[in-house]
């Protein structure tokens, strides 16, 4: 596969909370020259730009519910077609569920693209709680406490599952080892990245 590499990207990172996510997130995007996508961001922008589809989000929001996956779907389809995701991007929070994974593979195979790959940091549960409960102490965050975190880890593993084996069958996810220094690991995903033929587009 990596007889000739491409210059696109489109990749979606999976990880638990205290998984190193959002920094590797960041270290992907700079190195692939593609936006990180979350799911919040988009959220926000949105409601401070007073967008249509802003204030709907605004109007859920408001009433307490959950914002639903057709409404999520189409931020996430309107941010993705925005010309700095023209050569990739890099989801991060989307798609959460089975349905959201399917909304999604429609969207891209109507444009003949799809995933590259889904890149999935594998942190022990275990690793998890020592991190965010550490966190919790040096931030100072009465919300985090090991019921709170054993809850949220129950909810990930829950909504995760179901995506990964979706995308385990289509033969795209990488699974690293998110145990280590920063730039180890950094350099596993890279190692993964490469061995589909996704070229890197800036030295990180």
Same mark, same amino acid.
């Given at each position: 596969?990596?007889?000739?590499?491409?210059?696109?990207?489109?990749?979606?990172?999976?990880?638990?909370?205290?998984?190193?996510?959002?920094?590797?997130?960041?270290?992907?995007?700079?190195?692939?020259?593609?936006?990180?996508?979350?799911?919040?961001?988009?959220?926000?922008?949105?409601?401070?730009?007073?967008?249509?589809?802003?204030?709907?989000?605004?109007?859920?929001?408001?009433?307490?519910?959950?914002?639903?996956?057709?409404?999520?779907? =189409?931020?996430?389809?309107? #941010?993705?077609?925005?010309?700095?995701? &023209?050569?990739?991007?890099? *989801? @991060?929070? +989307?798609? %959460?569920?089975?349905?959201?994974?399917?909304?999604?593979?429609?969207?891209?195979?109507?444009?003949?693209?799809?995933?590259?790959?889904?890149?999935?940091?594998?942190?022990?549960?275990?690793?998890?709680?020592?991190?965010?409960?550490?966190? =919790?102490?040096?931030?100072? #965050?009465?919300?985090?406490?090991?019921? &709170?975190?054993?809850?949220? *880890? @129950?909810? +990930?593993? %829950?909504?995760?599952?179901?995506?990964?084996?979706?995308?385990?069958?289509?033969?795209?996810?990488?699974?690293?080892?998110?145990?280590?220094?920063?730039?180890?690991?950094?350099?596993?995903?890279?190692?993964?990245?490469?061995?589909?033929?996704?070229?890197?587009?800036?030295?990180?």
């Amino acid at each position: 596969m990596t007889a000739s590499a491409q210059n696109t990207a489109r990749l979606l990172i999976v990880g638990p909370q205290g998984s190193g996510k959002g920094t590797q997130g960041v270290r992907i995007a700079e190195a692939y020259g593609i936006p990180v996508i979350s799911t919040g961001d988009i959220f926000r922008a949105h409601i401070k730009e007073g967008t249509d589809l802003g204030k709907q989000v605004t109007a859920v929001l408001d009433t307490g519910d959950l914002v639903s996956d057709e409404l999520t779907g =189409a931020l996430v389809r309107d #941010r993705i077609s925005q010309p700095d995701a &023209a050569n990739g991007f890099l *989801l @991060d929070g +989307y798609p %959460r569920n089975a349905a959201q994974v399917v909304h999604l593979d429609d969207f891209l195979a109507a444009q003949g693209t799809s995933l590259d790959a889904v890149i999935l940091l594998d942190v022990p549960r275990e690793e998890s709680i020592q991190r965010l409960e550490l966190r =919790a102490t040096e931030q100072g #965050r009465a919300d985090d406490t090991p019921e &709170a975190i054993s809850h949220r *880890l @129950d909810i +990930y593993e %829950r909504e995760t599952a179901p995506i990964l084996e979706a995308y385990g069958a289509k033969g795209i996810v990488d699974r690293i080892d998110g145990v280590g220094g920063l730039d180890e690991i950094t350099e596993r995903i890279f190692a993964a990245l490469a061995a589909r033929g996704l070229a890197r587009t800036a030295a990180v």
